[in-house]
């Protein structure tokens, strides 16, 4: 009896200290897990298929198509986190493109990857940091084809016009922090320079000559229905951005005559919010030409159809385009015909923008060497 005894001791310790192990790697890879998850917690992916209506008239991806879902995997990232916390539940607003670089086109049948993760935050706003990776389903060859940043604030449900906290998140290092401190106040200057503009009025051009400013301008008027809008009646920053393209490609295809590009886009700035009914014009005009590439700057006004509310300016933007002949290499961009004071200072600004997105892309380069 004592022997039974005895082994039943044996086999009860040992499934004792089994237990105890299992215990103590599950509290491991529970403390493992809640890391990850919290770092998670900053970042989103979402995947879809390219099909045919995603696609400009030449068969590339329309950049517009690619702005919008940029911003979609960012307003869910920032929407995510900010509702983490206790108190009116929110929804991430864009305010701002710092910049949308377009590296390499997409093509239909590819799968667009868009991962958002949320790089700094402030008292009342997030930077996020997104990147979209093109994939062939059938060699599974990857390859990056677009890098953004973006701004957003998250606006009560309760009260739009309400800016909520921003939960703080961890970071790596206090270098981090202190360069997305610097990319904060940065854009917050630019910010405040921009809105200094925005009283400006954009005629529309009489009898215009061709390569002159007026000659590409164009304009598009659209009446924002219930299937522009979020589930809050306002129209999402991917939205207008996709209304933006289209506009600044009809200008640049005005210009040159060819097949064109977006390069690149930004800085974006969202100012007030649209809502629905409101009747929005977008117009795009050149500002600057280089040998290779063309600076449209785009204007977003919104106004009511009916009521006594004054037109205001939404949204003011740049884009990058460039021009391709059939094998889809770069051509020579057709000089641009300034007249007038207003046109000559907005050249130069342009042609300021250029040169310092040039040299950043110069140090770029020397960093990755």
């Keep these: 009896m004592s022997c039974f005894g005895t082994r039943s001791s044996k086999k009860k310790v040992v499934e004792e200290k089994l237990q105890a192990r299992q215990s103590q790697e599950d509290r491991r890879d529970g403390m493992e897990g809640g890391e990850i ?11 879809r298929i390219m099909r045919p209506d995603d696609t400009n008239f030449v068969g590339n991806v329309h950049g517009g198509a690619i702005l919008k879902m940029i911003e979609e995997a960012g307003c869910i990232v920032s929407t995510q986190h900010c509702n983490i916390q206790n108190g009116d539940r929110c929804l991430a607003a864009l305010v701002r493109v710092e910049k949308a670089e377009f590296l390499s086109p997409m093509f239909v049948g590819e799968v667009a990857h868009v991962t958002s993760e949320i790089t700094f935050t402030s008292k009342h706003s997030l930077e996020v940091q997104v990147k979209v990776m093109a994939e062939n389903i059938l060699t599974g060859a990857k390859r990056l084809a677009n890098k953004a940043a973006l701004w957003y604030v998250p606006c009560s449900l309760q009260n739009v016009n309400k800016i909520m906290e921003v939960p703080p998140i961890k970071y790596v290092s206090e270098e981090q922090m202190e360069e997305g401190r610097k990319r904060y106040e940065a854009q917050k200057m630019e910010r405040l320079e921009t809105k200094a503009r925005l009283e400006e009025v954009v005629l529309p051009p009489t009898n215009p000559e061709k390569y002159t400013v007026g000659f590409s ?19 999402p920053g991917g939205r207008t951005m996709k209304l933006m393209d289209d506009v600044a490609g009809i200008v640049a295809t005005r210009h040159c005559q060819t097949n064109v590009v977006t390069a690149s886009v930004g800085p974006i700035n969202f100012h007030r919010k649209i809502s629905k009914g409101y009747v929005v014009t977008v117009t795009g005009r050149l500002t600057f030409v280089s040998n290779k590439s063309m600076e449209i700057e785009v204007l977003v006004d919104a106004d009511t159809v009916v009521g006594t509310e004054e037109k205001y300016r939404a949204v003011s933007a740049f884009f990058t385009f460039i021009s391709l002949d059939k094998d889809n290499k770069p051509l020579p961009v057709p000089p641009l015909k300034i007249e007038g004071e207003q046109e000559q200072r907005r050249c130069e600004e342009g042609k300021a923008r250029y040169m310092q997105n040039k040299a950043k892309r110069m140090a770029e380069k020397e960093r990755q060497q």
């Excluded at 998850?37 to 995947?47: C, D, E, I, R, V």
């Design 37 to 47: 998850g919290a770092k998670q917690q900053f970042k989103y992916q979402l995947s």
């Design 217 to 235: 301008q164009s304009s598009l008027i659209h009446l924002v229905g219930p299937s522009d809008c979020t589930q809050h009646s306002y129209v």
